[in-house]
């Protein structure tokens, strides 16, 4: 990773109003995580989602564009309603090495508020600026957070809003 292995390249949280179970039911739902994976504007189609150590995430992203981008995260450590640690496996066409990202859920108080940290490390500096800089990773990640929660407050199988809402 670019400096030391314990310290994040990317490091965002947001205090939720959901509990960790319906946070969790949002991450294992593949109709959920559909609605809220990715920056605003994008949408998901989710081919594979499982959520253990050893499963996978394949997913296509659709940026408001039309480009598309392929993206395949296999999990590594998982806790339920607890932690989920993932590699990406990187993308040949945008010139971006695999990388690894880390989600804790934490119980913040009885009133169903839950703190939600996505870590993310890079495996160069060259790669944590294309992330950060050149694919706003930082905004995007801020995003997802947003929508993530919106999505586990109405409910993982609840639908959405709107059309394109989350």
């Known amino acids: ?31 959920a995580i559909a609605r809220w994976w990715g920056p605003d504007g994008f949408t998901s189609t989710v081919r594979e989602l499982d959520v253990r150590e050893g499963g996978r995430f394949d997913v296509v992203m659709q940026g408001p564009d039309g480009s598309t981008f392929e993206n395949l995260y296999l999990f590594d450590d998982v806790e339920a309603g607890k932690r989920v640690s993932y590699v990406h496996q990187g993308s040949p066409e945008h010139g971006l090495a695999p990388s690894r990202s880390v989600v804790s859920i934490e119980e913040v108080d009885a009133l169903s508020q839950t703190l939600v940290t996505l870590r993310s490390f890079y495996a160069s500096e060259s790669d944590r600026k294309k992330h950060l800089v050149d694919f706003q990773a930082a905004a995007g990640a801020h995003q ?3 929508r993530l929660e919106a999505v586990a407050v109405r409910g993982a199988g609840a639908v959405p809003a709107t059309p394109e809402g989350p």
């Open 1 to 31: 990773m670019t400096s030391d292995s314990t310290t994040p390249d990317l490091d965002v949280t947001r205090v939720m109003t959901a509990s960790p179970e319906q946070i969790w039911a949002a991450w294992i739902d593949p109709a």
């Open 144 to 146: 997802l957070l947003e």
